[in-house]
């Protein structure tokens, strides 16, 4: 009589390899069943040799161990593959709104050229002395214009193949994650069944069972990485801002209690005990916040700030809340902020609005703000490189806008916190703009 060969190897599977009766023993160095005549055979000499049902619970211990934590491995590839899909949609957005950054910035670039252009014309036609010289400096002024063409063309072509590799690389890490998680969800329900099968059939493949389960533990789950798409940096345009540089002073009557404001209004400087002062309706008495004595109904507007002895600031622009006519400003509230935060060693940089995190790579000394009323605009610049750190349009200003100053009150501890406002570099906003220091 002839036995089907799959099913002696299934009954072998059970047995002793030699003399062929019921295992009783389990070798945990091997992971093979064993009789008791085995046990004397020089291969097993030192190994760990258990009985069958006391192995059987030892492994089916570990199993429901393994068990346990393959499924919160599975939980975090989850997350991580929602995660992953969410940037995917976020990278393409970030895209969309750096691009109309960088194309908004430029516009004002170009605008600003254009109007240097005229100016240097009229002076063409007026002035008949150094005509040479006038004619080089407005040719400067072309040339310019025709380099800042090409260095947005550049810019935005580099936007566009980082944020193409970015969404390859999340694609990749999309498709990795899948696997992850299918071969998760495999072992996860192979273990859950073997963790109820009786002991030989559990001892079985047991060292095959273990060894996978191992092996996608050991499998690091990480994020993709990518390439922050602000390293696509528009710089120069404090130079051309500098014209419209103002003498912004601060206004001592709507300076929070705790706020020190230097004789000279331009220097503030947060004190945990609050000052004695008079009651006043504009007086912030919430927030660490001072506006400034200026306030501007039109034009543009820019002025510089250092930032070097402050932890966690805000910086911007307010719109008191009589004069908030437009609906957007309303849904979006009174200000315009770029604020730095700062919680144990990790720094942050935000924009509000919208709620956005902005990325510098280096650490920021003086920050540049220009605000154009008339284009409902706002600019943040890193003085320090000399680089946009974010803008905001598409806002309709009504009536007065003044910048803000603000420092985050702590819950606990001393906070010495300073800002200073700098001095104009140029005395009015009828200076001309420098060709040569424009592409700073």
Request: hydrophobic letters at 35%; charged letters at 25%; proline letters at 4%.
């Amino acid at each position: 009589m002839r036995v089907n060969p799959s099913l002696q190897q299934k009954v072998a599977n059970f047995y002793c390899e030699k003399p062929l009766e019921p295992p009783q023993l389990f070798c945990d160095d091997d992971k093979v069943t064993l009789c008791v005549k085995c046990t004397p055979s020089q291969e097993h000499k030192h190994h760990m040799v258990y009985g069958v049902e006391e192995a059987a619970e030892n492994y089916r211990k570990l199993f429901q161990e393994l068990l346990k934590a393959l499924r919160k491995k599975l939980e975090i590839a989850k997350i991580m593959l929602a995660d992953e899909q969410e940037r995917m949609v976020m990278i393409q957005e970030d895209e969309q709104n750096f691009k109309e950054m960088i194309e908004t910035e430029y516009r004002i670039y170009f605008q600003l050229l254009n109007e240097e252009i005229e100016r240097s014309l009229l002076r063409l036609q007026e002035c008949v002395f150094n005509l040479d010289m006038k004619e080089d400096s407005l040719n400067q002024l072309i040339k310019l214009g025709t380099e800042l063409q090409e260095k947005s063309q550049k810019i935005l072509q580099t936007l566009s193949i980082l944020a193409r590799e970015n969404v390859n690389k999340l694609k990749e890490s999309e498709v990795w994650l899948f696997e992850q998680i299918g071969s998760l969800q495999r072992v996860t329900t192979e273990l859950k069944k073997k963790c109820g099968e009786p002991a030989l059939t559990l001892l079985q493949n047991a060292r095959y069972s273990l060894e996978r389960s191992e092996s996608l533990l050991l499998q690091n789950l990480e994020p993709a990485q990518i390439t922050e798409l602000n390293l696509c940096q528009i710089t120069g345009m404090s130079a051309m801002l500098r014209v419209f540089q103002r003498h912004i002073t601060l206004d001592p009557e709507t300076a929070h209690p705790c706020l020190v404001l230097s004789e000279d209004l331009r220097s503030i400087r947060f004190r945990s005990i609050q000052q004695d002062v008079p009651g006043n309706p504009g007086r912030f008495d919430f927030s660490a916040t001072v506006l400034s004595l200026e306030c501007f109904t039109s034009g543009r507007h820019y002025w510089e700030v250092d930032v070097g002895k402050a932890t966690n600031w805000q910086l911007g622009i307010y719109q008191d809340c009589a004069s908030r006519k437009n609906d957007m400003l309303k849904a979006r509230g009174d200000k315009v902020l770029l604020t730095r935060s700062m919680m144990g060693t990790d720094c942050t940089f935000w924009v509000f609005p919208p709620l956005k995190s902005v990325s510098l790579r280096v650490h920021m000394h003086k920050v540049g703000v220009f605000l154009d009323y008339e284009y409902g605009h706002i600019s943040f610049y890193n003085m320090t490189e000399k680089s946009l750190i974010y803008n905001v349009s598409c806002l309709t200003f009504h009536g007065t806008v003044r910048p803000i100053f603000s420092f985050c009150i702590p819950n606990e501890g001393i906070n010495s916190d300073s800002l200073t406002i700098c001095s104009p570099h140029v005395p009015s906003c009828n200076a001309t703009v420098s060709p040569q220091s424009s592409l700073v």
